[in-house]
T-cell receptor, first 110, second 114 residues
Framework: EDQVTQSPEALRLQEGESSSLNCSYT??????LFWYRQDPGKGPEFLFT?????EEKEKERLKATLTKKESFLHITAPKPEDSATYLC???????????WGAGTKLIIKP | EAQVTQNPRYLITVTGKKLTVTCSQN?????MSWYRQDPGLGLRQIYY???????DKGDVPEGYKVSRKEKRNFPLILESPSPNQTSLYFC?????????????FGPGTRLTVL
C-alpha cells in the first residue's frame, strides 16, 4: 500500500536553530514529491516539487532534498514567521492520485 | 489577483439537506481538485478534474459529486450530507503540464453537518 509518513509530528526550535523535517514514502515508483506550507486557518501554499533522487530545491531558508525512500526539508536559521505546518505529498507512477502525509507542525520561538 | 475562491467559507447544515460548495479559479488552470482535511488524517483527495467534462475519483469520493462544465468552476455537491462529512474542505487548481505541479489552494470551507 502506498504510504507517506512525516516526522516528527511537531518540532519546537529557537530562532536561528537549524533542523530538518522528514518525509518517508513507500510507493510503487515515484512520479513526484511535493512540499507545502500551511498556516492556521488557511489553505496549503506550494513550496517545492522534486522528481528524482538526488534533486535539490532551495527557497530562502528552506532546502528540499530527495532520495529513493525519503525527502528532507532543511530549515536554516529559522525565524518565527517560518512557524507553520509543513506537508509532504507523493504521486505514485502507477496512478494519478496524490498521497499526503499528516504534516509536521513547526514552531519557532523568538 | 490570481486566486482560488470558495463559497461559502462556513456552513452548518443538517443531515440529508443537499448542498453545493462552489470553487472558482481565475488563472486558466487545467487541473482542479477537491480535498477534505481532518485532524490526524491529513489531506485526502475527493475528486479531481484534468479538463472540462473530465473528472475522476480520488481517495474518498463516496457521498460526493462534482462537475466541470467550465474551465474555471469546479463545484462540490453533497446530495445527502451526513455527520461524517463534517470537515474542512479545500479546492485547488494547478496549471500543468505535469499533474499536481504547484497547486494553488482556496481558503477552505468549514462544513458542519448536524
Amino acid at each position: 500500500e502506498d504510504q507517506v509518513t512525516q516526522s516528527p509530528e511537531a518540532l519546537r526550535l529557537q530562532e536561528g536553530e537549524s533542523s530538518s523535517l522528514n518525509c518517508s514514502y513507500t510507493v510503487s515508483g515515484l512520479r513526484g514529491l511535493f512540499w507545502y506550507r500551511q498556516d492556521p486557518g488557511k489553505g496549503p501554499e506550494f513550496l517545492f516539487t522534486l522528481y528524482s533522487a538526488g534533486e535539490e530545491k532551495e527557497k530562502e531558508r528552506l532546502k528540499a532534498t530527495l532520495t529513493k525512500k525519503e525527502s528532507f526539508l532543511h530549515i536554516t536559521a529559522p525565524k518565527p514567521e517560518d512557524s507553520a505546518t509543513y506537508l509532504c505529498a507523493v504521486q505514485a507512477a502507477s496512478n494519478y492520485q496524490l498521497i499526503w502525509g499528516a504534516g509536521t507542525k513547526l514552531i519557532i520561538k523568538p | 489577483e490570481a486566486q482560488v475562491t470558495q463559497n461559502p467559507r462556513y456552513l452548518i447544515t443538517v443531515t440529508g439537506k443537499k448542498l453545493t460548495v462552489t470553487c472558482s479559479q481565475n488563472m486558466n488552470h487545467e487541473y482542479m481538485s477537491w480535498y477534505r482535511q481532518d485532524p490526524g488524517l491529513g489531506l485526502r483527495q475527493i475528486y479531481y478534474s484534468m479538463n472540462v467534462e473530465v473528472t475522476d475519483k480520488g481517495d474518498v469520493p463516496e457521498g460526493y459529486k462534482v462537475s466541470r462544465k467550465e474551465k474555471r468552476n469546479f463545484p462540490l455537491i453533497l446530495e445527502s450530507p451526513s455527520p461524517n462529512q463534517t470537515s474542512l474542505y479545500f479546492c485547488a487548481s494547478s496549471p500543468g503540464p505535469r499533474l499536481w505541479e504547484a497547486q494553488y489552494f482556496g481558503p477552505g470551507t468549514r462544513l458542519t453537518v448536524l
